[in-house]
């Protein structure tokens, strides 16, 4: 038997080897042609030497494909897998202060806690505050500047004499069925004694109502940091299924508590760009890949049982006595594009249910022209499922081709848009962000944003649009985790624009969200402003006045809300 073995093989030895040398250069031939792939895109080879992508790269077939869900995310295979072997790990902090963009809280909580030591409830700022306009005069003309003042008082009706209160004001006006069809976003100025004054531009005609609202007093305001001043969040638990099958409890950095200063964990962070994500080390003592992550969240214990008595410890969202003055504004200065608005203006406002940019009278309101704008363009948006949200109702707008993995249970999965004819060439690609992403799925379907920024093959210069945002999933840790991302993001794009400066990069702004949570809405909301404020080719879609007009009572704008934002967004990549 063996020697028939032996002779046929030899009779056959030609073919094998034929066979043998076709395998070599087939395979020869994909990693030229992977390789000459990634050397024809300047910044891998400028930012990232190709001896160290082999560990990361995807087959040319997905990454280089424009059809592909995972077109460009050469980054995906790492995620999930440990860098390092179980160890104590020492946490580094953030040298970026947050508190340095909010010098008025920061002062108002060193005097509230010298005023009132004891923490009395009966001294926080309640929603018997009152409001008043700066004149008696009831009647106004377009063109005026509304002037109200405030004034903070608490439980006992005395005033209070150190600002940092979370007021929110609008001016609207509502159609004889209730509808909302006018409304501009109120400035508000703290000067830091208990009193404030509000500002508004009159920009159109009719009887509107002010409206003020206590979203959070000075004193809520300062357990929401103490409860976000660590990095862990333990409300939320999350869980990852690792190779071996066993399961064991992760986030960002678990020895920010005490009862994990003593156990050995598993690192798996992105090496790439620093971000950290650790899992405790399990019972068979081994780092293995994770194939899954699960998010469980323990509302009951504390400290998130103690933020859920915000309601009834702070009054949030309590409407102020005075609230709800009626002015008449009649026609005097028209509105037109050569006014000067007020510094304080804001950025959008409505009008007979239509939004106008104060900075752009002229929207884009034509689905054709839409068309026509976005011809030729490629789309990526990354971040949360708002972002997606954006996603879908773009493909649906303009019937393009949805491809990529199920999403039905797993939102984050990458999506690709396309054009389903010849006649416009639209591209849209969806990415989620990096953990905590407080969705289950692989980790393959949790890019982080840098990484995905790092991925992007530019085919024709000026033609690419970056939209990304973040924040939601990470409002309830430490804000260093925050900004240290956001900083990681603004390093992805400096690198990007070394070798494709006429790549336009748009920063989605937060919602507002009528929620105890609000105000670290807004912390997130002035940190995003900051940090990619100034820089070239990057805007910012400004959604705080929108939503200020239109509060939401859930993350996720719906309805005409999310029709408003988005052509917001196209009137944006339109005109920039």
Same mark, same amino acid.
């Given at each position: 038997?063996?020697?028939?073995? /032996? %002779?046929?093989?030899?009779?056959?030895?030609?073919?094998?080897?034929?066979?043998?040398?076709?395998?070599?250069?087939?395979?020869?031939?994909?990693?030229?042609?992977?390789?000459?792939?990634?050397?024809?895109?300047?910044? =891998?080879?400028?930012?990232?030497?190709? %001896?160290?992508?082999?560990?990361? /790269?995807?087959?040319?077939?997905?990454?280089?494909?424009? *059809?592909?869900?995972?077109?460009?995310?050469?980054?995906?295979?790492?995620?999930?897998?440990?860098?390092?072997?179980?160890?104590? #790990?020492?946490?580094?902090?953030?040298?970026?202060?947050?508190?340095?963009?909010?010098?008025? +809280?920061?002062?108002?909580?060193?005097? #509230?806690? +010298? %005023?009132?030591?004891?923490?009395?409830?009966?001294?926080?700022?309640?929603?018997?505050?009152?409001? +008043?306009?700066?004149?008696?005069?009831?009647?106004?003309?377009?063109?005026?500047?509304?002037?109200?003042?405030?004034?903070?008082?608490?439980?006992?009706?005395?005033?209070?004499? *150190?600002?940092?209160? #979370?007021?929110?004001?609008?001016?609207?006006?509502?159609?004889?069925?209730?509808?909302?069809?006018?409304?501009?976003?109120?400035?508000?100025?703290?000067?830091?004694?208990?009193?404030?004054?509000?500002?508004?531009?009159?920009?159109?005609?009719?009887?509107?109502?002010?409206?003020?609202?206590?979203?959070?007093?000075?004193?809520? +305001?300062?357990?929401?940091?103490?409860?976000?001043?660590?990095?862990?969040?333990?409300?939320?638990?999350?869980?990852?299924?690792?190779?071996?099958?066993?399961? =064991?409890?992760?986030?960002?950095?678990?020895?920010?508590?005490?009862?994990?200063?003593?156990?050995?964990?598993?690192?798996?962070?992105?090496?790439?760009?620093?971000?950290?994500?650790?899992?405790?080390?399990?019972?068979?003592? %081994?780092?293995?890949?994770?194939?899954? /992550?699960?998010?469980?969240?323990? *509302?009951?214990?504390?400290?998130?049982?103690?933020?859920?008595?915000?309601?009834?410890?702070?009054?949030?969202?309590?409407?102020?006595?005075?609230?709800?003055?009626?002015?008449?504004?009649?026609?005097?200065?028209?509105?037109?594009?050569?006014?000067?608005?007020?510094?304080?203006?804001?950025?959008?406002?409505?009008?007979?249910?239509?939004?106008?940019?104060?900075?752009?009278?002229?929207?884009?309101?034509?689905?054709?022209?839409?068309?026509?704008?976005?011809?030729?363009k490629q789309v990526y948006m990354f971040g949360d499922s708002t972002i997606r949200q954006f996603f879908h109702n773009l493909a649906n707008r303009f019937s393009l081709n949805v491809s990529g993995p199920d999403n039905s249970k797993l939102w984050q999965q990458p999506k690709t848009a396309r054009s389903k004819d010849d006649n416009s060439n639209i591209t849209l690609y969806y990415r989620a962000h990096?953990?905590?992403?407080?969705?289950?799925?692989?980790?393959?379907?949790?890019?982080?944003?840098?990484?995905?920024?790092?991925?992007?093959? =530019?085919?024709?210069?000026?033609?690419?649009?970056?939209?990304?945002?973040?924040? /939601?999933?990470?409002?309830?840790?430490?804000?260093?985790? #925050?900004?240290?991302?956001?900083?990681?993001?603004?390093?992805?794009?400096?690198?990007?624009?070394?070798?494709?400066?006429?790549?336009?990069?748009?920063?989605?702004?937060?919602n507002v969200v009528e929620s105890m949570e609000e105000w670290l809405i807004l912390r997130y909301e002035t940190l995003l402003r900051e940090i990619f404020k100034n820089m070239s080719n990057v805007f910012y879609l400004n959604l705080w006045d929108l939503t200020t007009v239109i509060p939401l009572n859930d993350y996720h704008p719906k309805g005409s809300v999310l029709e408003k934002e988005v052509l917001?967004?196209?009137?944006?990549?339109?005109?920039?």
């Open positions: 038997m063996l020697q028939n073995c /032996v %002779k046929w093989f030899m009779q056959k030895k030609q073919l094998f080897a034929f066979v043998v040398a076709a395998c070599f250069y087939v395979v020869l031939f994909a990693c030229m042609y992977l390789n000459q792939s990634l050397e024809n895109n300047n910044f =891998v080879k400028q930012n990232y030497p190709l %001896k160290l992508l082999p560990g990361y /790269v995807i087959p040319p077939s997905e990454s280089l494909d424009p *059809f592909s869900a995972y077109y460009g995310l050469i980054y995906k295979d790492k995620y999930g897998q440990p860098t390092r072997m179980a160890g104590i #790990y020492k946490s580094e902090k953030c040298n970026f202060t947050w508190k340095q963009y909010f010098p008025l +809280i920061t002062s108002s909580i060193k005097k #509230y806690k +010298i %005023k009132n030591t004891a923490r009395n409830p009966e001294a926080f700022t309640w929603n018997t505050s009152t409001v +008043i306009l700066g004149t008696n005069v009831k009647k106004f003309q377009v063109g005026d500047t509304l002037v109200a003042h405030l004034q903070a008082k608490d439980r006992s009706n005395r005033n209070k004499t *150190f600002g940092g209160d #979370y007021f929110r004001a609008r001016l609207i006006r509502k159609a004889p069925d209730g509808a909302l069809t006018d409304g501009i976003a109120c400035d508000i100025k703290d000067h830091l004694n208990g009193s404030y004054t509000l500002q508004v531009p009159l920009l159109m005609a009719g009887t509107f109502t002010l409206e003020v609202k206590l979203v959070l007093s000075l004193e809520g +305001i300062a357990g929401l940091i103490d409860f976000t001043s660590m990095q862990n969040h333990k409300g939320h638990n999350y869980s990852a299924k690792l190779q071996t099958k066993e399961i =064991v409890e992760c986030n960002v950095d678990l020895n920010i508590y005490n009862g994990y200063e003593n156990k050995l964990m598993c690192d798996y962070g992105n090496p790439r760009n620093g971000e950290t994500w650790f899992c405790n080390l399990p019972p068979s003592g %081994k780092c293995s890949p994770i194939t899954w /992550v699960v998010i469980n969240y323990q *509302f009951k214990q504390p400290p998130y049982s103690d933020k859920a008595q915000f309601p009834k410890r702070y009054g949030t969202l309590a409407e102020i006595v005075g609230s709800g003055i009626q002015i008449n504004v009649s026609n005097g200065m028209e509105h037109n594009e050569s006014n000067t608005f007020h510094a304080s203006s804001p950025s959008v406002y409505l009008h007979q249910g239509n939004w106008i940019r104060t900075s752009d009278l002229k929207m884009i309101k034509s689905k054709q022209d839409f068309r026509m704008c976005l011809d030729h990096g953990p905590p992403l407080r969705n289950p799925g692989p980790p393959s379907s949790r890019p982080y944003i840098s990484d995905s920024i790092d991925g992007i093959r =530019v085919v024709e210069q000026g033609q690419v649009y970056v939209f990304f945002n973040i924040g /939601v999933h990470l409002l309830d840790y430490e804000t260093s985790l #925050y900004v240290r991302r956001l900083l990681g993001i603004k390093e992805a794009i400096i690198r990007h624009h070394k070798s494709f400066p006429n790549t336009k990069f748009i920063v989605r702004g937060m917001l967004l196209l009137n944006l990549i339109c005109k920039i």
